[in-house]
């Protein structure tokens, strides 16, 4: 029921902590439309590059998601292809390619499970222009305009 669906927007600011380097990550669920979870949360390692910083995004909304189909599942819902939104490619197509490679070995091994997810298409990911990125308004300081942009697609 398209009216029953999950979706996820997920986004990072980059190395924003000055004093640690690290990124935090910021996140937002919907079922319906409606926002019914978001998330704020301080990296724990210090990212070298934005797109493993929102990689490690990526998969902690992912977890959520999961969370979210699990105890849906229960009163009889079933989700495939949950759209997830992020606006950085690069970490788009590394959750895409099962291919370790040097640039990307370093990343803590608990991060990679959401591989396995899109491959199970559990999770689908696509790219948000950045001015659509939900995730935003629950980290960044933005403009009136922008804000009340965003503020009536949260479903409030």
Avoid at 12 to 27: E, I, K, N, P
Avoid at 49 to 68: D, H, K, N, P, V
Avoid at 80 to 107: E, F, G, T, W
Avoid at 117 to 122: D, I, P
Wanted: glycine share 4%; with cysteine.
């Amino acid at each position: 029921d398209t009216g029953f669906a999950l979706t996820a927007f997920a986004d990072v600011d980059y190395a924003g902590c000055q004093d640690t380097r690290r990124s935090t990550s910021s996140s937002a669920q919907f079922l319906g439309g409606r926002l019914v979870s978001w998330s704020l949360k301080k990296q724990k390692s210090t990212a070298i590059s934005t797109t493993e910083a929102e990689y490690i995004a990526l998969s902690g909304c992912c977890a959520q998601i999961l969370w979210m189909r699990l105890q849906l599942k229960d009163y009889g819902f079933d989700f495939h292809k949950i759209p997830m939104y992020c606006d950085n490619q690069s970490a788009i197509a590394l959750c895409y390619n099962i291919v370790q490679h040097s640039r990307s070995k370093h990343i803590d091994i608990r991060h990679h499970f959401i591989k396995v997810q899109v491959e199970r298409k559990v999770v689908e990911l696509y790219f948000v222009e950045t001015k659509y990125q939900l995730a935003d308004i629950f980290m960044k300081a933005l403009p009136r305009e922008r804000f009340e942009t965003l503020l009536p697609l949260l479903g409030v």
